[in-house]
């Protein structure tokens, strides 16, 4: 038998943002079982891995990979919480009625994450957040 770790799901997430890397960290933190996979877009070797994913487009909004299948935004988040049994919280972002009116301030908080980082951390940007 073999101990080879096969994640659920891999968050590609933004290593210079506090406020990324600190859910990442709660995430990472909740998910006794592992069934996530934590990949910085801003590592050195991250386009040799995952040469499937466009940094540009992962640095404009969250992505995540499930069983082959791309997931971005609040789904990757969704997903995320729901792996590790806490997904009744961010359920509401995806409710039909709710889900365009959270996708356009998730893309709003995207755009401006670091000027958010600065005012709820101290530091807008981090030389390379720990997770």
């Known amino acids: 038998m073999s101990n080879t770790f096969y994640p659920q799901l891999i968050i590609f997430y933004d290593g210079q943002c506090p406020l990324?890397?600190?859910?990442?960290?709660?995430?990472?933190?909740?998910?006794?079982?592992?069934?996530?996979q934590f990949e910085d877009?801003?590592?050195?070797d991250f386009s040799e891995r995952f040469?499937?994913?466009?940094?540009?487009?992962?640095?404009?909004?969250?992505?995540?990979?499930?069983?082959?299948?791309?997931l971005y935004g609040l789904d990757v988040t969704h997903r995320a919480w729901s792996l590790v049994g806490k997904g009744w919280?961010?359920?509401?972002?995806?409710?039909?009625?709710?889900?365009?009116?959270?996708?356009?301030?998730?893309?709003?908080?995207?755009?401006?994450?670091?000027?958010?980082?600065?005012?709820?951390t101290g530091k807008a940007r981090c030389e390379r957040c720990q997770l």
């Open 51 to 70: 040469p499937r994913v466009n940094i540009n487009d992962a640095n404009r909004i969250l992505h995540g990979l499930e069983n082959g299948e791309m």
């Open 20 to 36: 990324c890397v600190r859910e990442m960290t709660q995430l990472k933190l909740k998910d006794e079982a592992q069934r996530i």
């Open 89 to 120: 919280m961010t359920a509401p972002l995806r409710w039909p009625l709710l889900r365009w009116f959270a996708d356009k301030a998730y893309m709003f908080f995207a755009r401006h994450r670091y000027t958010f980082s600065k005012i709820f």
């Open 41 to 44: 877009i801003l590592a050195t």
